[in-house]
């Protein structure tokens, strides 16, 4: 097998790097090189075959590192295959629908990219690790994540099902 691959991320706590070295290991597992990275960290992806790019959704808005890499890389993606995954929903009983269209509205107002995968995955939550401002945001009664105790709801089983079909969509032998 052939076909050097970056997988980078953006992340607030840490549940999307987790699901990027998951996805890095499906890959490493079926012979690919592939270097893992924190979106920030990328310099260039002109080294490349393919590109995977990991990010949160909060509040209906990808991080905005994840965003800010894609413009910042914008011409040279457009030179490779992408695939995007995103952790939006927090609990396996929220919408996922509407967790996807908020990926399918991003994809739609970035129409110079074509990713060759997308998915939306359900993330984890722990308030223990929250920063003061979400915090805050965590206090009002209606807010979503009043009274929200810790878990993990992420479906490894669907992440991996995801990242083995990565080659074939990039069309890397």
Known sequence: MS???LVTYATR?????EVAQSVADTLRGRGYD???KPC???KDVGEYQAVVVGAPFYIGKMLKRATEFLECHKAALQSVPVAIFSLGPLRASDDMAEAREQ????LRKTDWLEP????MFVGAYDPSKL???DKLAALPPASPLHGLGAHDDRDWDAIHSWAVQLPSAFALS
Not at 103 to 106: A, F, S, T
């Open 116 to 119: 060759v995968a997308a998915e």
């Open 13 to 17: 706590y840490g549940s999307t790097r």
């Open 3 to 5: 076909g050097r691959v």
């Open 34 to 36: 592939v270097d893992v």
């Open 103 to 106: 990926l399918d509205g991003l």
């Open 40 to 42: 920030s960290d990328v």
């Open 131 to 133: 920063r003061w401002l």
